[in-house]
């Protein structure tokens, strides 16, 4: 089985650009979860998709935001970057159902230049 | 979200030692997971509990759901070189998908 995958693996932008990460979560799993883990520190709650509809998002400002599309898989975008946006951004899945754990990728390590 | 205390923050092993780390939350759990996270990948789930009391083990790992259920803790037995990263709990609160993570703990090997 699959786990989940991300992309890019590596991201370099400059301030005030537009970054997109993509996710694909584990075959039958309809949740998506987005983290944002900034060097030595825990992960940051962002973004959580199921069923193509946002279900909830963390303590960030709009110009983080993101979709699901029918098949499950994810997208996150990220606008106007700033340097403290540098970060590795981690996607997770799971199934919605009872308390399934979240599975997660390998995240994409996006830096600002 | 919730707030998990973990500790320690960071601690050095020995090949051999046995190693113990914790979680606590301010509120009830009806989750809790254990992750590790080695550089430039992304956490692994370890071992995953669901009632109060429940004790899992995982080869050399076990952890337990604390009877309060406000707490939990990871013991790792005769620890090995490859055992060195971070180590993650999280959680789930009742009447709610979304989980919480603690801050980690860093695992190093003393020279």
């Known amino acids: 089985e699959a786990g989940v995958t991300q992309s890019p693996t590596h991201l370099i932008k400059t301030r005030g650009q537009q970054a997109t990460l993509r996710c694909s979560p584990i075959?039958?799993?309809?949740?998506v979860y987005w983290y944002q883990q900034a060097l030595g520190l825990g992960l940051q709650f962002l973004l959580w998709y199921d069923e193509g509809e946002e279900r909830n998002r963390g303590n960030f400002p709009p110009r983080f935001s993101g979709r699901q599309f029918p098949n499950y898989s994810s997208e996150l975008n990220v606008n106007a970057l700033e340097l403290e946006d540098s970060a590795l951004y981690l996607c997770?899945?799971?199934?919605?159902?009872?308390?399934?754990?979240?599975?997660f990728g390998d995240g994409t390590r996006l830096s600002i230049l | 979200g919730q707030q998990l205390n973990q500790s320690p923050q960071s601690m050095f092993i020995q090949e051999g030692e046995d190693v113990s780390m914790n979680c606590t939350s301010s509120?009830?759990?009806?989750?809790w997971l254990w992750y590790k996270q080695d550089p430039g990948e992304g956490p692994v789930l370890l071992i995953a509990?669901?009632?109060?009391?429940e004790l899992t083990s995982n080869g050399r790992l076990t952890a337990q759901f604390g009877i309060t259920r406000k707490d939990s803790f990871l013991n790792i037995s005769a620890s090995i070189p490859s055992d060195v990263g971070i180590y993650f709990c999280?959680?789930?609160?009742?009447?709610?998908?979304?989980?919480?993570f603690g801050a980690g703990t860093t695992v190093t090997v003393r020279a």
């Open positions: 997770a899945s799971s199934l919605l159902r009872g308390n399934q754990p979240q599975h």
């Open positions: 509120s009830i759990f009806n989750t």
């Open positions: 075959s039958g799993h309809t949740s």
């Open positions: 509990l669901y009632k109060a009391g």
């Open positions: 999280a959680g789930r609160p009742l009447d709610d998908y979304k989980l919480s």
